[in-house]
T-cell receptor
């Protein structure tokens, strides 16, 4: 099925460990995004990529890095995980034209202990 | 002040009730207005979108946009237990490159 695929679905990390969250889309969208969702905070943008080869910071970029590997793939890396990064992470892709439409992945539940 | 404000609820209604969900916003450049539905432990899914002002109906769902008041609404008629979810409003300017989300309203429809 066409859409956005995120891996892994669940992960537990110890403080200081690193990991990479993977995201791939097969809809030929140019724009891709990483959000975190916390209770009472809604979706907060971490980083986005308007096109292959470009990335920009969002609202909460500290502690994260991203790589737009190609048009399909956009990865999020935590270099040294902290308990404050415990969250649900969503990747999304967007088709700005003719009408904008975000398609989300199913999410990665990350716990940092 | 956040760009998009949404009452988080929670909202609990009996089956068959009419539900009204609302968001306000501050950026007059917003032109696209969307509602996403998010079931527990799932990603948000697009439910409806509206361009500029006006109403849009899709089955039991009606989306309204009042740009003069910077206020959008989603109405659910004859609510069903399967409508129990979190509803997020989202908005974008004309370029459509970045969405701004409300925090979401949690809805429970009681059988």
């Amino acid at each position: 099925n066409a859409g956005v695929t995120q891996t892994p679905k669940f992960q537990v990390l110890k403080t200081g460990q690193s990991m990479t969250l993977q995201c791939a889309q097969d809809m030929n969208h140019n724009s891709m995004y990483w959000y975190r969702q916390d209770p009472g905070m809604g979706l907060r943008l971490i980083y986005y990529s308007a096109s292959e080869g470009t990335t920009d910071k969002g609202e909460v970029p500290n502690g994260y890095n991203v790589s737009r590997l190609n048009k399909r793939e956009f990865s999020l890396r935590l270099e040294s995980a902290a308990p404050s990064q415990t969250s649900v992470y969503f990747c999304a892709s967007n088709r700005p034209r003719p009408t904008p439409r975000y398609t989300f992945g199913s999410g990665t539940r990350l716990t940092v202990v | 002040q956040k760009e998009v404000e949404q009452d988080p609820g929670p909202l609990s209604v009996p089956e068959g009730a009419i539900v009204s969900l609302n968001c306000t916003y501050s950026n007059s450049a917003f032109q696209y207005f969307m509602w996403y539905r998010q079931y527990s432990r799932k990603g948000p899914e697009l439910l409806m979108y509206t361009y500029s002002s006006g109403n849009k109906e899709d089955g039991r769902f009606t989306a309204q946009v009042d740009k003069s008041s910077k206020y959008i609404s989603l109405f659910i008629r004859d609510s069903q237990p399967s409508d129990s979810a979190t509803y997020l409003c989202a908005m974008s300017s004309e370029d459509g490159n970045q969405f701004y989300f409300g925090t979401g309203t949690s809805l429970t429809v009681i059988p």
